[in-house]
């Protein structure tokens, strides 16, 4: 079973950044595909950016620019450095991975680990 814990995040004012990150257990994350989601209230969950076995990545158009996705196989971590924050972005964020080799993808339905999420909250 692949455990998930992410941790990183806060409150910051729009402009600012944050960086999260999700440690994983009990499998390498160089054999995992992985990905970040995030859900705000009263909305459906969205794809924020995923990264494939190799280090491939796909980022959702809403964040592309301002967001990067990373893996160190080293700390067995995976990472979202979120950059100039938009009061939009503010939500809980989760990430997921599954060990299939996974064309990549933002469906949440394609992944079967979760972490618990992590709050971000990006003021005005």
């Known amino acids: 079973q692949v455990q998930l814990v992410e941790s990183g995040g806060g409150s910051v004012q729009a402009g600012g950044s944050l960086r999260l990150s999700c440690a994983a257990s009990a499998y390498s994350v160089s054999r995992l595909s992985m990905g970040w989601f995030r859900q705000a209230p009263g909305k459906e969950r969205e794809g924020v950016a995923s990264i494939g076995r190799g280090g491939n990545v796909l980022y959702a158009d809403s964040v592309k620019g301002r967001f990067t996705i990373s893996k160190d196989n080293a700390e067995n971590t995976m990472y979202l450095q979120m950059d100039n924050l938009k009061p939009e972005d503010t939500a809980m964020y989760s990430c997921?991975?599954?060990?299939?080799?996974?064309?990549?993808?933002?469906?949440?339905?394609?992944?079967?680990?979760w972490g618990q999420g992590t709050q971000v909250t990006v003021s005005s």
């Open positions: 997921a991975a599954t060990t299939w080799s996974l064309t990549l993808t933002l469906n949440s339905a394609r992944y079967g680990y």
